[in-house]
């Protein structure tokens, strides 16, 4: 009888670097990477980033799939997920590398450094007074384990920090709010929002015309959850007129970002490739291991997701 495998892919992620941690973790499982699958129905467990349509389909006996990143909106569009199990992926690296962009994106606000970086272009001297931090009212939009570690992080920074969630929360130092009423709260009362919710069918297009009115004229925005959270047109309306000063933004509608999207053309928008967070192998391959033992005992595995919810 041929040993479980779990099949592993991702055109982003280190294949090589997966396989030796997760043999290290499980060395009975045969850790497969793709194309390379061999007998698809030894094929039990799947570790994948946006695999092609039709993918998992070839495996008959397929219990789990864990999506290498924590949003999982991908997989719950898909249609050859039947009766799977499926995970998200979380590890301390992750929310520490996101907590150091999110941190990163609002100091720099803060700060005021996109003025100077405008200002240094135009080889003027422009002096603005810096202001105390507990000045600054930032929201956060997601507390979930990377919203959660990215607002307790902010706190921690000195910023007043207001939160929220579909669910009630209690994060030290951190407001939380959830509802229709909360969301307008954060949003109206906030000077930069940063946006850590999951892509579902209810948080598309969550921040909308109407909703990016209600934010402060002159407020600024971190989207680093999924772009459809966002209706990019309303944004870019938004950016234009002032009614956002600025954004920086590390997720997109459409990625690789087309060359033709007005948001490149826009001089207060700072634009990174979807690297806020990533997994790192060595650590998050326990989390795996952890939810593959448990499948094998007929266990849930750890950070299963809810399809009713999308996350």
């Known amino acids: ?32 990477i793709a194309p390379d699958i061999g007998d698809p129905a030894a094929v039990r467990y799947a570790l994948a980033w946006a695999p092609p349509a039709g993918f ?3 495996f008959p006996n397929l219990q789990l799939v864990v999506n290498l990143g924590a949003g999982v909106d991908g997989l719950m569009k898909r249609d050859d997920l ?3 199990k499926v995970a998200r992926l979380n590890d301390p690296a992750m929310e520490a590398m996101m907590a150091s962009y999110v941190m990163f994106a609002v100091t720099r606000y803060a700060r005021d450094i996109p003025v100077f970086e405008r200002a240094k272009r135009r080889g003027e001297w422009e002096y603005v007074h810096p202001r105390p931090l507990f000045e600054i ?38 407001t ?8 307008e709260r954060v949003l109206s009362e906030s000077e930069i929002t940063v946006c850590l919710v999951p892509l579902t069918p209810d948080t598309h297009h969550l921040l909308g015309a109407a909703e990016l009115a209600l934010m402060p004229r002159g407020a600024k925005l971190v989207n680093v959850s999924r772009g459809a959270v966002v209706d990019e047109l309303a ?16 997720v997109f509608e459409t ?25 790192v192998p060595a650590l998050a391959a326990r989390d795996v291991a952890e939810s593959v033992r448990r499948v094998r005992q007929g266990l849930s ?3 299963e997701v809810d399809p009713r919810r999308g996350y």
């Not at 670097?17 to 290290?24: F, G, K, N, P, V």
């Not at 939009?141 to 919203?147: A, D, M, S």
């Not at 921690?156 to 929360?169: C, D």
């Open 301 to 303: 595995p750890l950070h």
């Open 1 to 32: 009888m041929s040993a479980e495998a779990l099949v592993f892919y991702s055109d982003v992620d280190n294949a090589q670097a997966w396989r030796e941690a997760l043999t290290a973790e499980l060395p009975d499982l045969d850790v497969r």
């Open 137 to 174: 009212k930032v929201g956060v939009l997601g507390l979930g384990e990377l919203g959660a570690a990215s607002a307790k992080a902010l706190a921690a920074m000195g910023f007043s920090v207001t939160g929220w969630s579909r669910s009630p929360k209690d994060i030290p130092g951190v």
């Open 56 to 58: 998992f389909a070839r």
């Open 82 to 84: 039947v009766q799977v």
């Open 255 to 279: 990625e690789p970002l087309p060359k033709g999207n007005p948001l490149w053309t826009l001089d207060n928008v700072l634009i990174t490739p979807h690297v806020a967070s990533i997994t």
């Open 235 to 250: 944004l870019v309306e938004a950016l234009r007129s002032g009614q956002l000063a600025e954004a920086t933004l590390d």
């Open 176 to 183: 939380a709010l959830t509802g229709r009423e909360g969301l």
